[in-house]
C-alpha cells in the first residue's frame, strides 16, 4: 500500500493512506525583558581591572571578594552600586583599577593581594599551629575572616589549597616548612592613574552585553563627549537601544538622561548624607533600566531621600523641562519624586516630535525594536511569499501582545506589519511597520463650573 506525506493542492495518483504530521504549537514572538543598569567604577580600590562583575538583587553580595566590600557598605563605589539596586533588576559593576597590589614577606613567603589598590592594605594574613597537626593559615580583610586553610604543613600545601580569592602565596622555596606568625598586614597597595583610554575601553565593551541604562558619573568633558557619542552610535549602529544618565551634560537626544539636582539621604544605611549629582545618576539608571514600557517614572518616589540639593523653583523646573533635564521635586505629601521622566531631546523635528523626550514612550519604541530584533533573526524564515505570511503573522501578534499589554494604541493589525513584496527579494526583506505609544497621563486639566 501506498502511503507518506502529501500535498494538499497536488493530490496523489495512487490509493493508500497519506499523513501530514505538524505540530501544533505556533510560533510566537520572542519578548525582551528589562531591569539591567551598567555602573562603572572609575579609579576603583580593588578588583578586576578591566573587568564587568554581575551582581543580582537577588544576591546582591555574591561577588564581594571580587569587589572587596559588601554593597552596604559606607564606601562611595558601592553607593552607586547601592542605589541602582533600589529598583534594577541586575546591575553589571565594571572595574577600572590600575592600582599596585598590595605585599608581605612571612617567612620566607610572599602573599600578594589578588588585585591592585588600596583595600589590599586592609588584608592579615596569620598562621597558629593546629591542635591535631601543621599550621592554620588565617586571611582577614578588615576584621572580618575571609579564607582559611587548616592542618597545614610546608608553603607548597598553602599554595595548592588557596583559592587566590583575595591573596596568593608565593615563595622560591615551596618545600619550606610553614611557621606560626602573627597576624601580618599588606602593605604598599596603591591607587593608579586612570588613564582615559580606560574609560572609552569600557565603553566599547558596552557593545558585549545586554543592558539597558547606562549610570555614567562623570563630569570631565572630553568623556561625557565619548560616551554621548557611543550611545548615539549604539542605537544608531549596533542596534542596542539603551540610554545612558550624565550629571547635568549638554546634550539634545533621546538616548541621554541628564540629571540637574541631587539628593538628601536617610534610608537606614546613610544618615543625612548629601549626594552628589553624579551619583543621584545611579539611582535614576536603576529606576530608568527597571520600568517596563507600559510605565512612566514621573512622580515616583525616591526611596530613602528626605531632602533635595538644588530644588527649582517654577520658573527654573519649567525652563529645565525645556532644556531636557530630569530632575527632583518635593510633592505636596512632602516626598522626593520625579518631576518628569524625559531625556535630554529638547530640538524637536518631523522625524522625532515631542513625545521622544518622554522616557516611556521610548521605552515602548525601543522595547519593540528589541523585540523585533528577537523575532526575526537572520536565515530564520525563508524570503517568499510562504515566509512572508509567517512573518506577517508573527508580526501582527507582535503587535497585539502591545497592545493587550496597553503600550500602544491606534492599531490596524493588516496594515500596521505588512512585508513590502515590491523590494524584497534576494536576502533582502522589507517591512512596513506603524507603531504609536501610549503615553501616561501626566499633565491634568480640569475645567469645573460652579452652580
Not at 167 to 176: K, Y
Not at 279 to 301: L, P
Request: charged share 20%.
Amino acid at each position: 500500500m501506498s502511503g507518506g506525506n502529501f500535498d494538499i493542492n497536488v493530490g496523489k495518483v495512487r490509493p493508500g493512506v497519506y499523513v501530514n504530521t505538524k505540530s501544533k504549537k505556533q510560533q510566537k514572538p520572542k519578548s525582551s525583558t528589562r531591569g539591567i543598569a551598567v555602573v562603572p567604577l572609575i579609579g576603583y580600590n580593588w578588583g578586576p581591572n578591566g573587568k564587568f562583575v554581575k551582581l543580582s538583587v537577588e544576591s546582591p553580595d555574591a561577588e564581594s571578594a571580587k569587589l572587596g566590600h559588601s554593597i552596604y557598605d559606607a564606601d562611595d563605589f558601592m553607593l552607586l552600586i547601592r542605589e541602582a539596586f533600589k529598583n534594577a533588576i541586575t546591575v553589571y559593576a565594571y572595574v577600572i583599577n590600575p592600582g599596585t597590589a598590595a605585599k608581605a614577606t612571612l617567612e620566607g613567603m610572599t602573599v600578594t593581594a589578588a588585585y591592585g589598590g588600596t583595600r589590599g592594605n586592609d588584608i592579615k594574613v596569620s598562621s597558629v599551629a593546629n591542635v591535631t597537626a601543621g599550621y592554620d593559615v588565617t586571611v582577614y580583610l578588615g576584621t572580618e575572616k575571609v579564607e582559611s586553610y587548616k592542618g597545614l604543613e610546608t608553603v607548597a600545601d598553602l599554595i595548592a589549597a588557596s583559592k587566590k580569592t583575595y591573596v596568593t602565596f608565593s615563595a622560591e622555596e615551596t618545600g619550606a616548612s610553614l611557621t606560626a606568625f602573627a597576624a601580618t598586614s599588606l602593605t604598599g597597595g596603591a591607587a593608579g592613574t586612570v588613564e582615559t583610554s580606560e574609560v572609552t575601553t569600557f565603553l566599547d565593551k558596552l557593545e558585549g552585553i545586554k543592558w539597558h541604562t547606562l549610570c555614567f558619573p562623570v563630569t570631565e568633558a572630553a568623556l561625557v563627549t565619548a560616551c554621548i557619542t557611543k550611545i548615539k552610535s549604539l542605537r544608531a549602529n549596533v542596534g542596542k537601544w539603551v540610554q545612558a544618565v550624565l550629571p547635568d551634560c549638554k546634550s539634545d537626544h533621546e538616548g541621554i538622561i541628564s540629571v540637574t539636582n541631587a539628593l538628601v539621604l536617610d534610608d537606614g544605611t546613610i544618615e543625612g548624607q548629601e549626594l552628589t549629582i553624579a551619583q543621584t545618576c545611579a539611582w535614576v539608571a536603576g529606576v530608568t533600566a527597571a520600568a517596563t514600557k507600559t510605565e512612566s517614572n514621573t512622580y515616583v518616589e525616591y526611596e530613602g531621600a528626605i531632602g533635595i540639593v538644588g530644588e527649582k523653583t517654577n520658573e527654573e523646573a519649567t525652563l529645565a523641562i525645556q532644556n531636557g533635564e530630569f530632575f527632583f521635586s518635593m510633592s505636596d505629601e512632602g516626598k522626593v519624586v520625579v518631576e518628569y521622566d524625559i531625556n535630554s531631546l529638547h530640538t524637536f523635528t518631523t522625524e522625532k516630535t515631542s513625545d521622544y523626550r518622554k522616557n516611556r514612550v521610548m521605552r515602548v519604541y525601543d522595547s519593540f525594536a528589541e523585540d523585533l530584533a528577537l523575532t526575526f533573526p537572520p536565515n530564520k524564515y525563508d524570503n517568499s511569499e510562504e515566509g512572508w505570511l509567517v512573518m506577517e503573522g508573527l508580526g501582527r501578534s507582535l503587535l497585539q501582545a502591545y497592545l493587550d499589554d496597553g503600550a500602544i494604541t491606534n492599531v490596524d493589525l493588516d496594515n500596521d506589519f505588512y512585508v513590502d513584496q515590491s523590494r524584497s527579494q534576494g536576502d533582502e526583506t522589507y517591512f512596513n511597520i506603524g507603531i504609536q505609544a501610549v503615553d501616561s497621563a501626566e499633565k491634568l486639566y480640569f475645567s469645573v463650573s460652579t452652580r
